[in-house]
């Protein structure tokens, strides 16, 4: 059996961090995971609202380093608990429980992917990535996506193809 989901998504507020009467730091947040396709007549996508909750030291560096807008990956796994609220009503909670979270956005919010990562295994241990920019060799992001064209037809000649 497999539980492993990955996600990319923006945070749709500041991290939450909060200690268990045992003092394990555990945090909360929610990621906007925009939808592969657009609905109905309009161009806008819709977005998921996924929660996440990090625990350990994983969930003290999401705490001091992630922040509201901030492009984020999270690789985790599935869990869905319940309980019974206040009116005896069973409640039913599905979050992503993350063990890697990696940071994909400067912390001056710019819109350059960073190598940085904090990565936690099972246990909570920590291991931390240096970073490094994407934005090599001078010049603006722009000029060096080869993407930028976003979907739009491109001029290859048949001698450029490998077959």
Same mark, same amino acid.
């Given at each position: ?32 995971? +925009? ?70 956005? *400067? ?9 940085? /990562? ?12 240096? *970073?490094? /920019? /994407? ?13 930028? +064209? ?8 048949? +001698?450029?193809?490998?077959?």
């Amino acid at each position: 059996m497999l539980n492993r989901v990955i996600l990319i998504g923006r945070l749709t507020r500041d991290p939450e961090l909060r200690y268990t009467p045992a003092g394990v730091a555990v945090t909360q947040f929610t990621l906007a995971v +925009d939808r592969p396709f657009t609905s109905g007549g309009s161009k806008e996508r819709e977005a998921d609202f996924i929660n996440i909750v990090t625990w350990r030291q994983l969930a003290e560096t999401c705490a001091n380093y992630l922040r509201k807008g901030r492009l984020t990956a999270v690789e985790g796994r599935i869990q869905v608990r319940n309980y019974d609220n206040n009116e005896g009503k069973r409640v039913y909670v599905t979050e992503v429980i993350a063990d890697n979270v990696r940071f994909l956005e *400067s912390s001056g919010g710019g819109n350059r992917e960073e190598g940085g /990562s904090s990565n936690a295994n099972a246990g909570g241990g920590y291991s931390g990535g240096g *970073s490094g /920019s /994407s934005n090599r060799g001078g010049g603006s992001r722009e000029q060096q996506d080869p993407f930028i +064209d976003d979907g739009k037809p491109i001029d290859i000649s048949d +001698d450029d193809l490998p077959f």
